[in-house]
C-alpha cells in the first residue's frame, strides 16, 4: 500500500515532503540495512523517482546513506551527535574533541571588506564612518560529512587576514583566546530554525528549503564592546543542545 506523504504537511515541497518520509522510514531502520529499490520506495511513498534520487543524493552526500554499485543503497553507520550546554561557550572543534571526533575545515574563505547594514548593527557599531570586518566563512565536516556552515564577522582593529594564515582550525573564538586578546566576557545567542537558502544548502548537501538550527551570536568583550558577530547553521541531527534552567524561587 502506498504511503500518503502530504497527510501531514499538503503544502510543504515536494523534495521537503519526501526527505521528511525518508527520515521516518531511516528511524526504522538499523546501520547496514538496505532499502528497497527506487521503483519500489517511489511507489511505497507515493513520489516520482526523480524527486525521490534527488533526496537520496542528498542524504548519501550528508554520510546518512551509501551506495554498492549493483547492489543497491544502504543505511551509513550512525555518526555521534555532538551535545553540548549552551551555558558554556566553546567552539565546535571543541565539542567534537570531547567525543573523540576530529572535524575538518573543509571550505574556507577569508576576506577583509566594509561591514554591510545588517553586520553593524549586530556590531552595534554606527553607519558612520565606514568600517571594515574581517568575514571568515567555512564549511566544517566530521569523517568528511559537512555538518555546519560558519560565518564571524570581525572588526579588523581585533583582528586581520595574516593572522590566521597557516593553523586555523576553523574557530575564531578559540584563537582569541589562545592570543589572549580581545578580553572575552560573555557571548550573546540567538536560536532559530531557519530554511536553508540555495547558497548554504549547496555548501551543507542539503536541499533548498530544508531545516537549518541557526545560531546567531555577539561576542563581547570585558570593557563591553562586540569583537565578533557570527552566523551558525547546524545539520540536524549531528547536533543537540540543551540548557541548564533553575527553578524560580
Known sequence: MERDITTHAHNRPPHLQVEAALNALLEGL???DQLPPEPALARELGV?????????????ERGLLFRRHGVGTFVSPRMPVL????ELLESLDNQAHRIGLETTVAYLDIVERPATSEELAGLLLPAEPVVNVLCVSRMIAVAETPVAYLLDVVPCDYLRAEELAGGFRGSVLDFFLARGTPLLAYSRTEIMAEDASAGIAAKLGVLRGNALLKLVAQLFSCDEKVVDYSLSYFVPGHFRFHVMRKVKK
Open 30 to 32: 538499523h546501520p547496514g
Open 48 to 60: 516520482s523517482r526523480a524527486t525521490l534520487r534527488e533526496v537520496m543524493r542528498t542524504f548519501v
Open 83 to 86: 551535545e553540548s550546554g549552551l
